[in-house]
């Protein structure tokens, strides 16, 4: 079983489209992450939700819009995706408590022609 | 803030030692370290806390100085199995943000036979 899992792996789009990505940890964790990695592989982070509540919010454009339906998915909708939204994008979660490794998912692979 | 990793790059032959130094200019409550292999996710390392608690992979070690706010990742009789993109990922002390790790920009490590 895939601990933390997203859905999909690749998307290719055009300017100005809507787009999801899901994510689902199956470890029983209570925090949640996306990540975004850039061509250069500059690993950013970009939204933590812990047990659904929404903690970390960088400075992200709000054509994103994270959602979390319990602490065991969380979900990534872009709204009017443009050029510089392609990237990989990681989904990760942590477990509570003083030591807080990340376990990252497989990585979506955004393309944004 | 980023940390700042050293050096960007580095080549070695199998069984060669190399150091990874990750340098922050803010306190720091956790370094973690990260392996990228390339088109895949980051997989946990190491992670060292504040007062000295770690965890980690037994054939790994690391160390955090408190007081410069470095650390160092040590890899000894390097396998080819260890070449890929090494992050460490910092979460500063006393911060309000649960688990906010900010990456560096990656030390890429290739081993050669």
């Known amino acids: 079983d895939t601990a933390v899992s997203q859905t999909p792996k690749y998307l290719v789009t055009q300017m100005g489209n809507d787009k999801s990505i899901k994510c689902e940890q199956n470890l029983g964790h209570d925090t949640m992450y996306w990540y975004k990695q850039d061509s250069k592989k500059f690993l950013k982070i970009m939204f933590s939700?812990?047990?659904?509540?929404?903690?970390i919010n960088e400075t992200v454009p709000n054509r994103f819009s994270p959602k979390s339906p319990d602490k065991a998915h969380l979900n990534l909708h872009i709204n009017s995706l443009e050029l510089g939204d392609s990237a990989v994008y990681f989904c990760?979660?942590?477990?509570?408590?003083?030591?807080?490794?990340?376990?990252f998912g497989e990585g979506s692979r955004l393309t944004v022609l | 803030q980023q940390p700042v990793q050293s050096p960007q790059a580095v080549i070695l032959r199998e069984g060669e030692d190399a150091v990874i130094n990750c340098s922050s200019s803010k306190a720091l409550y956790s370094v973690h370290w990260y392996r990228q292999k390339h088109g895949e996710a980051p997989v946990f390392l190491m992670i060292l806390l504040k007062g000295g608690e770690q965890k980690g992979h037994d054939k790994i070690s690391a160390s955090f100085n408190e007081k410069k706010q470095q650390s160092s990742l040590y890899l000894t009789a390097s396998q080819l199995s260890y070449s890929g993109t090494y992050f460490c990922g910092t979460e500063i002390a006393g911060g309000t943000s649960y688990g906010k790790l900010t990456f560096g920009q990656g030390t890429i490590l290739t081993v050669h036979p």
């Open positions: 990760a979660s942590s477990s509570p408590g003083r030591v807080r490794e990340l376990f």
């Open positions: 939700y812990n047990n659904k509540e929404l903690i």
